[in-house]
Structures are given as structure tokens and as C-alpha cells.
């Protein structure tokens, strides 16, 4: 199983449970397996909500600010993976 790095979290709202990754490499889909890892945070989730501006989206490039919706908590510098089986 490879994990290719994507983005890094800049922030996350806890009432929302909502990180907000910039992607860095690649594209995150609808439906990835990502995998959240940093100091005290290490969990692998599928993406199934994903929105950039409040609008909700299937795909993100490089480069782009989106909001992906989370089980567990995470925070500002985790680096966010894409799980390849």
C-alpha cells in the first residue's frame, strides 16, 4: 500500500469537523483514501464531502484550497496522504 503526500492541513473547524487542506501534489477525488498524519494525529478516512468556497466539488488540483469533511480532529501543518492500494 503506497501513500503519494497530497496536502497539508491550514486549518480545521471543530463545530463544522471540516479540515481545510492545500493541495500540494496531485488531485484529491471524491471517494480517496486519505490518510491525516502529524504529531498526535495519525487516521485514515474516504473522502465524501468536499467543498471549495461552498461549493461542493468531485476533484482538487494542485494548488487549490478545499474543505474536506473529517471523523477525528486535525491540525494546522498535518500532512494529508493519498493511500494507493
Do not use: C, H, P, W
Not at 10 to 36: C, E, H, P, Q
Not at 49 to 62: C, G, H, R, V
Not at 75 to 83: P, T
Amino acid at each position: 500500500m503506497a501513500e503519494d503526500q497530497v496536502g497539508i492541513v491550514v486549518n480545521f473547524y471543530a463545530k463544522l469537523s471540516v479540515a481545510a487542506i492545500k493541495v500540494t501534489g496531485g488531485s484529491i477525488r471524491k471517494g480517496d483514501l486519505l490518510k491525516y498524519k502529524g504529531s498526535t494525529t495519525d487516521f485514515t478516512e474516504e473522502v465524501t464531502s468536499m467543498e471549495i468556497e461552498n461549493q461542493a466539488i468531485e476533484e482538487a488540483k494542485s494548488g487549490d484550497l478545499v474543505g474536506v469533511k473529517v471523523k477525528e480532529r486535525v491540525r494546522e501543518k498535518d500532512k494529508v496522504y493519498r493511500v494507493v492500494e
